[in-house]
C-alpha cells in the first residue's frame, strides 16, 4: 500500500513547517490571485470575506458528482463559507457570498473529516478552500494521528 504524501510529511517534521509557513502567508493574504494582502492575523478579512479563522456551512456524504469520485457512501464534502471568486451566478450564494456558517477550529475540523471517513464517505471534498488553505492543512496532524471523538460531530453536523 502506497503511503499518502501528507502523512509522510507529517512523520517527518515537513509538514509542521509548511503549516507555519502557510500561516505567515495570512499576515499579507495573497493564497488567491486576488492578493488582497490583509492581514487576516489581526482580525482584517480579505476580499473574500475571510478572517483568521476557519468558517464551514455543511459538512455531509454528498452523491451529486460521478460515481467514480463518490463511491457507495458518498463524497465527504466540507463546504466552506465565503470565497474568492465571487461569481454573479454562484449557486452557493449564502455561502460564498454572506458568509453563512460557523467558526470552527482545526480541531473541529479534524473530528469532521474523520466522522466523514468513518461514515465510509469515499473521499475528503472540500468546496472552495483557496482562501482557507492553511486552517486546513493545520488539521491534518490531528486527523492523522486519530485522536478524535466523532460522537458529537454526527449530529451536528447531519451526518
Not at 55 to 75: M, Y
Not at 87 to 95: E, G, L, M
Not at 128 to 150: C, K, M, Y
Request: aromatic residues 8%; proline residues 6%.
Amino acid at each position: 500500500m502506497i503511503t499518502p504524501s501528507y502523512i509522510s510529511l507529517y512523520k517527518s517534521g515537513e509538514l509542521a513547517l509548511r503549516i507555519d509557513k502557510l500561516f505567515n502567508i495570512l499576515k499579507s493574504c495573497t493564497l488567491c490571485p486576488r492578493a488582497c494582502k490583509v492581514n487576516r492575523l489581526t482580525g482584517e478579512s480579505g476580499f473574500c470575506g475571510a478572517g483568521e479563522k476557519l468558517k464551514i456551512a455543511s459538512a455531509f456524504p454528498h452523491f451529486g458528482e460521478e460515481p467514480p469520485l463518490v463511491g457507495r457512501n458518498g463524497s465527504g464534502t466540507i463546504f466552506l463559507s465565503y470565497c474568492n471568486l465571487l461569481c454573479s451566478f454562484c449557486q452557493n450564494y449564502d455561502i460564498s457570498h454572506q458568509g453563512e456558517g460557523r467558526e470552527i477550529s482545526p480541531g473541529e475540523l479534524a473530528t469532521i473529516m474523520m466522522a466523514l471517513q468513518r461514515h465510509g464517505c469515499f473521499n475528503i471534498n472540500f468546496v472552495t478552500p483557496t482562501h482557507f488553505t492553511p486552517q486546513i492543512i493545520s488539521a491534518l496532524p490531528e486527523a492523522i494521528e486519530n485522536r478524535v471523538d466523532n460522537s458529537d460531530c454526527l449530529e451536528l453536523w447531519g451526518i
